[in-house]
């Protein structure tokens, strides 16, 4: 029987917007309970061991919130407290990260031999993750990857559907590494924010991968194996977003993506 408890997503900020509006896509009869660590933002500058303590740490809150999933909509966390965050919430809460659902959809879609880009934080890129898992699933993926540090914060802070992030992404395109690629990742949650800035900078045919729409299927295949998805409710769905610090910018950006008729509320953990 299927559970009305929310389903917990958190990020060091606005970038797992994404990846919420994409749950509420695929899952909208589903209410969200969404933390973003702005206290602590960039995670992806932070190093393993910090990332872990705050991600732990948030992880417990939602699970103590009454959440009945966690997806870390980040891919610093993803790639560096995966498995302490699983150890965190114990064995009767999922946990869904960024980096093994867009692994898995590259396995199946690449049935020969492929190029595959890769953006994200230092601390994404410095992880390996992404490479590891890619070799452990496929032999015909070679990914080609680059650490792109100065744009979540330049996204964090307002700045897309501007000129800055075409900016700054020139800058990290300029060595042409990811010219003979057939598709890229955007290994971080804010970057699907300049998703068109990025494949203007790309050869035509270029696929960007969607992230947080993969992330979103998976969740709703695992409440379906769970026998936990809401598929109709008489009850109105509710989004509560709760912040580390509540900044212009995460109320700008959260009403950007569900609207004005929402919860933010600023919690310290």
């Not at 797992?16 to 933002?41: K, N, Q």
């Not at 031999?113 to 994404?124: E, H, K, N, S």
């Not at 494949?199 to 194996?225: F, H, M, T, Y």
Request: hydrophobic share 40%; net charge negative.
């Amino acid at each position: 029987m299927s559970s009305l408890r929310p389903i917990g997503i958190f990020d060091s900020g606005i970038g797992g917007l994404t990846v919420a509006r994409a749950i509420h896509d695929i899952l909208p009869e589903e209410s969200i309970l969404y933390f973003g660590d702005t206290a602590h933002l960039p995670y992806g500058e932070k190093s393993p061991e910090l990332i872990q303590r705050y991600s732990t740490r948030i992880a417990r809150h939602l699970v103590k919130s009454g959440c009945k999933a966690i997806v870390v909509a980040c891919n610093s966390a993803s790639s560096n407290a995966l498995q302490a965050i699983i150890s965190e919430v114990g064995p009767n809460i999922p946990v869904i990260d960024m980096v093994t659902p867009v692994v898995k959809y590259l396995s199946h879609n690449c049935a020969h031999a492929c190029q595959v880009g890769l953006i994200g934080t230092r601390a994404t890129i410095a992880s390996g993750l992404y490479h590891r898992s890619l070799k452990d699933l496929s032999s015909h993926v070679e990914l080609i990857s680059k650490a792109t540090p100065l744009l979540a914060s330049a996204i964090e802070e307002g700045f897309f559907n501007d000129s800055i992030p075409q900016a700054v992404l020139e800058a990290y395109f300029l060595d042409n590494r990811f010219k003979d690629i057939d598709s890229i990742i955007l290994g971080c949650t804010h970057y699907p924010l300049v998703k068109d800035e990025v494949k203007n900078l790309l050869p035509s045919g270029v696929e960007v991968i969607n992230s947080p729409s993969i992330v979103a299927a998976q969740l709703d295949s695992v409440l379906i194996a769970m026998g936990d998805k809401v598929t109709a409710s008489h009850l109105k769905q509710k989004h509560h977003f709760q912040v580390s610090d509540l900044t212009d910018n995460f109320k700008f950006s959260a009403r950007h993506f569900f609207g004005d008729d929402l919860t933010l509320e600023e919690v310290v953990l």
